[in-house]
Each structure stands twice: as C-alpha cells, then as structure tokens.
C-alpha cells in the first residue's frame, strides 16, 4: 500500500533502485574482507593447522600463538609484542608451524678451526659437548642422533657445523647459545684455535719514507 501510494503520489522508483543498488555493491565490497576474515576463521579452528602456544612465522612477524578468533589471530613476538593478524594471511599465504606435530627440532652450530688441527680429536669433543646438553636428544628414536659434517676448507679455516635436535624447538636460540660458550671453552682448553680471517696484502707502490713496520724512516 505504502508502496501504491508513492507511486501515484508520483515517486520515481528508478532513481531510489539505482541508490540501493550502488549502496549495495559498497556494502559487499566493504564487507568482502570481514566475511574472508570469517570463513578462514572457520577453517583454522576445524583443520587447526596452528594451535594456541604454537611457535609460527608470518612473513615477517614470528612469535607464539595466543589466541584464534573468528576473524583475526594473536601472536606474542619475542619482544612481547602483540601482533593481530587477519586470518585470511594464516589461509592465503605461507605459514611456518615449528611446533605443529611435535616441540622437537633441530639446532646448527657452525665451527671454523685452524689448518692443522686434528679433525678427529675435534670431532669428538663436539659430539661430547652436544652429549652433555639435557635438550640435545641421543637416542635417534624418532630422530638422529647429534653429528659432526665436515663442511669444507674455507680461506682462513676448516669448517664443520654440529647438527642436533632437541626436545623444545622454542628454546633453540638458548640451546645454540648455551652450545657456543661450550664449544669456545672446550676448545681453547684442548688448544684448537679458531681463526680470524686472513687476508694478503699486495702493494703496488709506497711511500719510501715508510718502512713495513710502519715506521717513519729517518
């Protein structure tokens, strides 16, 4: 009737059609974002491919899994910094769950020791060392045991690198630190010397005032 009315009233219900139907189209592209937001909420809390206390990297954001809502995520970075981000991302782009199927995870020292030295000797005492840490796993159950690879000759050193998992990925940073003061104190009491970078100057021309000790001459 309402509708009857206006129109012998003489309305134009063309204009008012057109109105709506623009309104609506910015209502749906408006919309567009909180309704991915949604359905991405949707399918993280039913295929749960991250959990809250997973350790995730998002581009460039890394931290712990706080908490999972219908249409955004909760990460506590390292800096104890709480990061939103739309759940769209966790769906759409590449996400790293360190923790999604277990807290192991694998930790990689690098060692670079002086030409000469005994690489057997220096093969033991790693292996000693990742022994005595109470993370580093030994068994190989589920996982390999710690090794020492040669990697090759470098300019100034031999290089190795110490491969080892460990029972909690979230404390690998400590695990590697903790690993590093070891190595550096083994060493030095076994008198392996770990070398700085060795360069060979070549001189084209000079002042002759100078000699090679730096010396101005008389």
Do not use: C
């Not at 623009?22 to 039913?46: D, E, T, Y």
């Not at 998992?165 to 940073?173: A, K, S």
């Amino acid at each position: 009737a309402a509708l009857i009315g206006l129109s012998m009233a003489g309305f134009n219900f063309t204009n008012l059609a057109i109105v709506v139907g623009a309104l609506s189209v910015g209502i749906g592209f408006g919309l567009q974002n909180i309704v991915n937001n949604f359905i991405s909420g949707i399918i993280l809390l039913f295929e749960r491919p991250i959990r809250t206390g997973d350790w995730i990297v998002v581009g460039t954001t890394e931290g712990y899994v706080r908490k999972i809502s219908i249409r955004s995520t909760q990460i506590e970075t390292f800096d104890r910094a709480d990061v939103i981000v739309p759940n769209s991302e966790l769906i759409s782009n590449q996400v790293t769950n360190w923790m999604l199927h277990d807290p192991m995870g694998r930790v990689i020292v690098p060692i670079g020791v002086a030409y000469g030295t005994d690489v057997e000797r220096l093969r033991e005492l790693l292996l000693q060392i990742a022994g005595e840490h109470p993370l580093v796993i030994q068994d190989g159950v589920k996982v390999s045991p710690p090794k020492v690879l040669f990697r090759g000759f470098g300019d100034s050193s031999l290089d190795f690198e110490l491969r080892a998992f460990i029972r909690e990925v979230d404390q690998r940073l400590n695990t590697l630190s903790e690993l590093n003061f070891a190595i550096e104190r083994r060493l030095r009491d076994a008198g392996i010397q770990i070398p700085f970078p060795q360069r060979d100057l070549h001189l084209r021309s000079a002042d002759p005032s100078i000699d090679f000790v730096g010396r101005h001459k008389d």
